[in-house]
């Protein structure tokens, strides 16, 4: 639901043209959380600002004409419908590249379709359950549970993005057009295993697949006098400081290197979290900058709207809509000369159909 939009976002967010198809009744994102207007929820606006809305009937012969005379004329074309699906209604690849060589065609799926479990349905909460992020959940706080975000539907959305980038790449090198084929569930077994495959890549494995730093019992906000905290006292220059600073009585050969520390980390986590309940917040938000440790105050999603470093490098954008002024969490990185921003408001349903038919039919008479 959110992996292709958002991927199809950030190209849109680029200056690309997107336009996107569909059914009569609409894309469910429309209608999952609250929204200014009917069909045009939070989710739905936000992964779909700056496109154009096409309404077309797949499942009528006149829906699926329409949409082959637009492949004919596009760069990309991304679907997120599961393999048969698509192949059903007659826009498989090979369907696709007869009538568009050059096209790039990503595959946004749940599971690749080399594997046996190429039909089955995927979301993200199931995703997340199968490639272990609720069993990491588990060892750190000892309670399965989904992350507070849907993760695995926006890595593999950026997975998607980049997947696409390249053989785009590759077509502007060649000429060639290509398939690509993106999963949530192996981007996200990817994605885990990054840092949690750890001993468990030797042959003969050397310890269990996981970061032992990331599950430690203690690794959490650390408690202060009047709140929490975020900090990471890590690597051997923030340890020295810290302790030089605060607790000269830990320097002693027991933690003298990160190797050392990393051995017992929860031990050492358990015993910064002791010291940091002695002074506020502030205070130690004010000493950890004058060290130049990494730290950080608890935000809630909400602060993040009035953050002053976001606001100073202009991350938030303020798009005038038919329903009142809408502030976007706009392009998060920065270029010299090809800079992106919100290219406008989400479509209404069907908004830019006669549009779209129109440009199509002037195209025509053209050629």
């Not at 637009?70 to 059903?88: E, P």
């Not at 027991?254 to 205070?283: H, P, S």
């Amino acid at each position: 639901m959110v992996m292709g939009p958002y991927c199809t976002q950030i190209m849109a967010d680029m200056g690309a043209d997107v336009i996107k198809i569909e059914p009569p009744q609409g894309d469910n994102t429309r209608y999952i959380s609250v929204g200014p207007a009917p069909g045009m929820s939070g989710v739905f606006v936000n992964v779909n600002r700056g496109k154009r809305s096409v309404v077309l009937d797949l499942q009528a012969e006149a829906g699926k004409e329409t949409l082959r005379d637009l492949i004919a004329g596009a760069d990309v074309f991304i679907h997120s419908m599961r393999a048969k699906a698509v192949a059903r209604l007659g826009f498989g690849y090979d369907d696709v590249n007869a009538i568009n060589p050059r096209i790039v065609y990503t595959n946004c799926y749940g599971y690749g379709r080399r594997g046996p479990d190429a039909d089955r349905p995927a979301y993200d909460d199931t995703i997340q359950a199968e490639c272990g992020l609720p069993a990491v959940q588990e060892q750190l706080t000892g309670e399965a549970a989904y992350v507070g975000t849907i993760m695995a539907d926006k890595v593999a959305g950026l997975t998607a993005l980049y997947a696409t980038m390249m053989a785009l790449f590759h077509r502007e090198r060649t000429g060639e057009g290509q398939e690509v084929e993106v999963s949530m569930f192996e981007t996200m077994a990817s994605f885990m295993l990054v840092e949690h495959a750890n001993g468990a890549m030797f042959d003969p494995p050397l310890g269990p697949a996981v970061y032992p730093r990331t599950v430690a019992p203690n690794r959490k906000p650390y408690e202060t006098k009047d709140g929490h905290i975020a900090a990471l006292i890590y690597n051997d220059k923030h340890w020295n400081a810290f302790i030089d600073a605060v607790q000269p009585a830990w320097n002693s050969d027991a933690f003298a290197t990160l190797e050392l520390r990393a051995k017992q980390i929860d031990t050492v986590y358990g015993l910064v979290a002791q010291t940091l309940k002695e002074r506020t917040t502030d205070e130690w938000l004010d000493l950890f900058r004058v060290l130049e440790i990494p730290a950080a105050p608890i935000n809630s999603p909400d602060a993040l709207f009035d953050n002053p470093h976001l606001n100073a490098v202009g991350l938030f954008e303020t798009v005038e809509t038919p329903h009142g002024p809408v502030r976007f969490p706009g392009v998060p990185t920065w270029f010299s000369r090809t800079p992106g921003r919100v290219g406008g408001y989400a479509p209404e349903l069907g908004a830019d159909t006669a549009e779209v038919l129109g440009e199509l039919s002037s195209h025509d008479r053209a050629g």
